[in-house]
């Protein structure tokens, strides 16, 4: 699967989107080395904290169909909103441990496109290493 395809597949996955509070609907795309894919979308709760956002749906989706980090080939992550976003803090936290390194992340939302990984998006990791010393 295409970089473009995997962000198209990602955007099927946003309509499946439930944000009736912000209204800012996101989709995630896995993409596994095997060629299987898992897809994810934002789910809101009106107890903001039981809310899931898309990327970590989709990768905990991954895992839970026995995925682990080196069978990831890359994510993509899509929103409706007016300009590029980006996952939030407590994603980035979930993708430092779930993805390797270097996994491409590909970030989209209809006009904009960025490639990264998370290695970029999050500098100074804290990591299992920081917890067991």
């Known amino acids: 699967m295409t970089r473009e395809e995997l962000i198209q597949e990602a955007f099927k996955a946003l309509k499946?989107?439930?944000?009736?509070?912000?209204?800012?609907?996101?989709?995630?795309?896995v993409l596994a080395k095997d060629g299987r894919t898992f897809y994810g979308a934002n789910v809101e709760n009106a107890s903001y904290g039981a809310t899931i956002c898309a990327e970590r749906n989709a990768v905990f989706n991954a895992y839970s169909n026995g995925c682990r980090k080196d069978d990831i080939?890359?994510?993509a992550i899509v929103s409706d909103g007016g300009r590029l976003g980006a996952p939030c803090g407590m994603c980035r936290q979930v993708l430092c441990e779930l993805l390797n390194q270097d996994t491409p992340i590909y970030l989209s939302n209809g006009t904009e496109e960025k490639?990264?990984?998370?290695?970029?998006?999050?500098?100074?990791?804290?990591?299992?290493?920081?917890?067991?010393g």
Do not use: K, R, W
């Open 73 to 75: 080939e890359a994510i």
């Open 115 to 132: 490639d990264t990984n998370i290695a970029e998006l999050l500098p100074m990791q804290f990591t299992m290493e920081d917890v067991l």
């Open 16 to 29: 499946n989107a439930y944000a009736p509070y912000s209204h800012y609907h996101v989709g995630a795309c």
